[in-house]
Nanobody
Framework: EVQLVESGGGLVQPGGSVRLSCAAS????????MSWVRRAPGKEREFVAD??????STRYADSVKGRFTISRDNAKVYLQMNNLKPEDTAVYYC?????WGQGTLVTVSS
C-alpha cells in the first residue's frame, strides 16, 4: 500500500521547536522528491519546503526560511521547525507528487 504517515505535531509555545517526521512506504521513496505543505485554519494550502531525491537540494517558503530545515534519510523525510510563531499553526502534510499523508497538526500558542 502506498502510504505517507506524518507524526510529531502538537502544542508548542512561541519560540519553541518541533520536529515532524513522515514515514514512506509502498513506493520508491529513495528516488522521489518530497515536500512539506501546510494548511492554516481558514487559509489555502501553502508550500513550506521541498527536497530532491538525493537530499542535496532544498527549497523553502520565504516565511520559514532560516527557521525550518527539511532533511531525509532512507525511509523518512523530516521538518525541523525552530523559532515557531503563532502564524505557523497549521496542519502539516508531506507529499511525494500525487501521494499525500493525512497531516499532523502543529499549534503554536502560549
Amino acid at each position: 500500500e502506498v502510504q505517507l504517515v506524518e507524526s510529531g505535531g502538537g502544542l508548542v509555545q512561541p519560540g519553541g521547536s518541533v520536529r515532524l517526521s513522515c514515514a514512506a512506504s509502498g513506493f520508491t521513496f529513495s528516488s522521489s522528491a518530497m515536500s512539506w505543505v501546510r494548511r492554516a485554519p481558514g487559509k489555502e494550502r501553502e508550500f513550506v519546503a521541498d527536497i530532491n531525491w538525493t537530499g542535496g537540494s532544498t527549497r523553502y517558503a520565504d516565511s520559514v526560511k532560516g527557521r525550518f530545515t527539511i532533511s531525509r534519510d532512507n525511509a523518512k523525510v523530516y521538518l525541523q521547525m525552530n523559532n515557531l510563531k503563532p502564524e505557523d499553526t497549521a496542519v502539516y502534510y508531506c507529499s511525494a507528487g500525487e501521494i499525500w499523508g493525512q497531516g499532523t497538526l502543529v499549534t503554536v500558542s502560549s
